[in-house]
T-cell receptor, first 113, second 114 residues
Framework: AQSVAQPEDQVNVAEGNPLTVKCTYS??????LFWYVQYPNRGLQFLLK??????LVKGSYGFEAEFNKSQTSFHLKKPSALVSDSALYFC???????????FGAGTTVTVRA | GAGVSQTPSNKVTEKGKYVELRCDPI?????LYWYRQSLGQGPEFLIY????????DSGLPNDRFFAVRPEGSVSTLKIQRTERGDSAVYLC????????????FGPGTRLTVL
C-alpha cells in the first residue's frame, strides 16, 4: 500500500519569507512524487514531480522540492512567498509500477501581506 | 492547448436519483482517471482507463458506480440511486500515457445529494 502524510494542516508565513510545506510518503519500490496546488473552486494544478535524478526538483512559479530517500520525504519549498501563493497544497505518490496516485490530506498555505 | 474539461461544474440531485458526470481529457491523452475528493480530504482514486477499457476499477466504492469511455476519449461516470454520502467533488485527470506521466486534472464536478 502507498500513502502520504502532510503533518501540517495549515502553514502561515509573511510575504517575502521562505515557505516550506512538509510531506512524507510510504510506497513499495521507487517513488514517483508530485506536488499539486488547488485554488478555491478550481481543480488541481500540477507544480512539479520527482521521478529520478537530481534530488532537488524545480517546478512552476518558483517552487522547488527536495527528495530525501532516507527520510522518505519530499518537502515543497519557495524561497520568497507571495500573497498569491495562498492556496491548498497536495503531495501525492505512486509506485514505479503503478498509475494511481495516493494523496495527502492537504496543507492550507496562507501568505500574509 | 485546452486542458481537461468536466461538465457540469455543479450538480444538485435528490437521494435515489441517477446522475452522469462527463470528462473531456486533453486531446491525445490515452490514459484517463477519476478521483473523488470529499470535504477536507485529498482526492481518492476511483477508476483508471487505458484507451477504451477500464484497466483498474478497484477504487469504485460499490456497484452503484460505473464509468465508461466508449471511444477512448470522453468518459462518463455514472452513479445510480445516489446517496447523501456520494456528495463530493469528482475530479477527472488525463495523462499522455499510463505510467510515469504527469496526470493533469480538470476543474471537477461538485455533486450534492440532498
Amino acid at each position: 500500500a502507498q500513502s502520504v502524510a502532510q503533518p501540517e494542516d495549515q502553514v502561515n508565513v509573511a510575504e517575502g519569507n521562505p515557505l516550506t510545506v512538509k510531506c512524507t510518503y510510504s510506497v513499495s519500490g521507487n517513488p514517483y512524487l508530485f506536488w499539486y496546488v488547488q485554488y478555491p473552486n478550481r481543480g488541481l494544478q500540477f507544480l512539479l514531480k520527482y521521478i529520478t535524478g537530481d534530488n532537488l526538483v524545480k517546478g512552476s512559479y518558483g517552487f522547488e522540492a527536495e527528495f530525501n530517500k532516507s527520510q522518505t520525504s519530499f518537502h515543497l519549498k519557495k524561497p520568497s512567498a507571495l500573497v498569491s501563493d495562498s492556496a491548498l497544497y497536495f503531495c501525492a505518490v505512486r509506485g514505479s509500477n503503478d498509475y494511481k496516485l495516493s494523496f495527502g490530506a492537504g496543507t492550507t498555505v496562507t501568505v500574509r501581506a | 492547448g485546452a486542458g481537461v474539461s468536466q461538465t457540469p461544474s455543479n450538480k444538485v440531485t435528490e437521494k435515489g436519483k441517477y446522475v452522469e458526470l462527463r470528462c473531456d481529457p486533453i486531446s491525445g491523452h490515452t490514459a484517463l482517471y477519476w478521483y473523488r475528493q470529499s470535504l477536507g480530504q485529498g482526492p481518492e482514486f476511483l477508476i483508471y482507463f487505458q484507451g477504451t477499457g477500464a484497466a483498474d476499477d478497484s477504487g469504485l466504492p460499490n456497484d452503484r458506480f460505473f464509468a465508461v469511455r466508449p471511444e477512448g476519449s470522453v468518459s462518463t461516470l455514472k452513479i445510480q440511486r445516489t446517496e447523501r454520502g456520494d456528495s463530493a467533488v469528482y475530479l477527472c485527470a488525463s495523462s499522455l500515457k499510463a505510467g510515469g506521466d504527469t496526470q493533469y486534472f480538470g476543474p471537477g464536478t461538485r455533486l450534492t445529494v440532498l
